[in-house]
């Protein structure tokens, strides 16, 4: 297979995994302040390759139809989305020592602070509040899930060829 053509195809299988999950599991886990996004746990894969950051992008712009605050979050939760995965990208390719310990916690910031003000701006929800919520439930997602996902890729030589 030609690697754009494979490149093409993991990132829709990425936007595809992301998407179902997140919409499978709608509410109240995945739409509210504090929401728990378990597809977000794959924000940790442009850590071993950059095809996974338009994949995410795309899923995420897919799940957000389905969000109650509508084209704001379409637009604005899709991009905290694709910031965060730029920056998980940026930190595998980094010579930081600790950087797999790092890399989830780009999604936990970036979502924490447009999340957090998307809601506040379209629901009147408390600021601090909901940032923090939203903040707490990435964490949970980010680091109880993904962080697991990438130490799992990190030992798994056939996983690594995927990506």
């Known amino acids: 297979m030609k690697k754009n053509t494979r490149n093409l195809t993991v990132a829709a299988i990425i936007a595809a995994i992301y998407a179902v999950v997140t919409m499978f599991l709608t509410y109240p886990m ?3 302040a504090s929401q728990f996004r378990v597809a ?3 924000t940790i894969l442009p ?31 899709s991009l905290a989305t694709l910031i ?58 980010c680091y109880g899930l993904g962080l697991p996902l990438l130490l799992m890729i990190e030992k798994n030589k056939e996983l690594q060829k995927f990506f």
């Open 30 to 32: 995945s739409y509210q």
């Open 47 to 77: 850590f071993f390759t950059p095809t996974a950051i338009p994949g995410l992008f795309l899923g995420c712009v897919i799940a957000n139809i389905l969000s109650p605050v509508g084209p704001l979050d379409i637009v604005f939760g």
């Open 40 to 42: 977000e746990a794959l």
């Open 84 to 141: 965060a995965t730029m920056l998980t990208y940026s930190i595998g390719k980094s010579n930081l020592k600790y950087k797999k310990f790092i890399a989830p916690f780009p999604p936990v910031i970036i979502n924490a602070i447009i999340v957090g003000l998307l809601l506040h701006y379209t629901l009147q929800w408390p600021l601090l509040i909901t940032m923090l919520q939203v903040g707490f439930g990435e964490l949970i997602c």
